[in-house]
């Protein structure tokens, strides 16, 4: 039913945190290597597990897993730091040596600021979205926790108009400029953008066509992310969820979201059901792996206090289990 997943150059792969996403993605990945596609596995999820389930280290830099396919894994501080290191770069080409110490100060406070993380990671994820259909045949995204992978496919639009108010604020500097010049009222001096101190120290002409250039250049990138996001023969949305109560409401959620944002999603994977047949051999299978981890959580963390939690016969949704289950967890009150 879903076989046609493979067939779009750009797959996301989301849902609810543990629901199986980063196992999802990888199962689909080596598939489509298997069927000889170049097929590129990226985890936006700042919890990484791709390292853990090959087996191996991936990490911010790509990494061949097997033929035809290969990893990465965005580190998000490690991107926040590289983008803001590109624009000090750039800001520090349009502007006179003594600005660059407040440049400096501006932008390291700007790593700390709500969204920065969220916009280094977007331009990311849009150059490797670039990738699809040229150097890889597919590119499979694990993506973070549904909350924050529905901001950053929301973020393309939202940054293309924040970069329109930016060109059209200084397209309407220039004729103020312009029209003050021809009111003899000299030259300009510098404005908020370029963070200049005075406009004669470089020629504005040329200062002036490069941050537009820049400007256009980084507008060009969010439009074509959400053209290809919103392109259903090209781009495909597929939501992980486990057969609970929680799990179906956050896919609820997500699905009208995404539908929102005119996102195309082209299917659901219910994961962790138990087959028909599971009877008293498959559930003592289950129960030696379960001991195995037991086991092995008791010898790793055998300074810690630990309590086990039964599995439920229901969905926790009501007062009275959550309550039972607190008590569970903290044990009978002394007296």
Not at 151 to 159: C, I
Not at 268 to 284: C, H, K, S, T, Y
Not at 288 to 305: C, K, M, N, S, Y
Request: aromatic share 4%; charged share 25%.
């Amino acid at each position: 039913m879903l076989d046609q997943l493979l067939t779009h150059a750009l797959l996301f792969v989301g849902g609810k945190g543990g629901v199986g996403k980063t196992t999802t993605a990888a199962s689909l990945a080596l598939v489509a290597a298997a069927r000889g596609k170049r097929c590129l596995l990226v985890s936006t999820d700042p919890a990484h597990s791709l390292a853990d389930l090959f087996g191996r280290p991936i990490g911010n830099r790509t990494t061949e897993l097997c033929p035809s396919l290969w990893a990465l894994e965005i580190d998000p501080d490690r991107q926040a730091d590289e983008h803001l290191a590109t624009v000090k770069a750039r800001m520090k080409g349009l502007v006179h040596p003594r600005s660059f110490a407040e440049i400096d100060r501006q932008l390291d406070l700007a790593r700390l600021a709500p969204g920065t993380m969220e916009a280094a990671m977007l331009e990311r994820v849009a150059e490797i979205m670039a990738l699809a259909g040229t150097e890889y045949d597919q590119v499979i995204f694990d993506t973070a926790p549904t909350g924050h992978t529905v901001r950053l496919l929301s973020l393309p639009e939202v940054m293309a108009a924040w970069t329109d108010g930016l060109l059209g604020h200084r397209q309407r500097s220039a004729q103020l400029g312009s029209a003050l010049r021809h009111l003899g009222g000299g030259r300009v001096k510098g404005d908020d953008l370029s963070m200049l101190d005075s406009a004669e120290d470089h020629d504005a002409g040329g200062r002036d066509a490069q941050l537009n250039e820049l400007l256009q250049a980084r507008r060009r990138t969010f439009v074509r992310a959400r053209e290809q996001l919103l392109d259903p023969s090209h781009a495909a949305f597929l939501l992980v969820l486990n057969p609970d109560r929680l799990s179906v409401l956050e896919t609820l959620k997500a699905h009208d979201t995404l539908t929102r944002f005119s996102v195309p999603v082209s299917g659901l994977i219910v994961n962790r059901v138990l087959p028909d047949n599971a009877d008293g051999q498959f559930l003592e299978a289950r129960r030696r792996q379960e001991a195995r981890h037991l086991g092995e959580i008791d010898r790793v963390f055998a300074t810690l206090p630990r309590v086990r939690v039964p599995l439920l016969p229901d969905d926790v949704h009501d007062m009275d289990t959550l309550r039972n289950l607190g008590r569970t967890i903290l044990g009978p009150v002394s007296s």
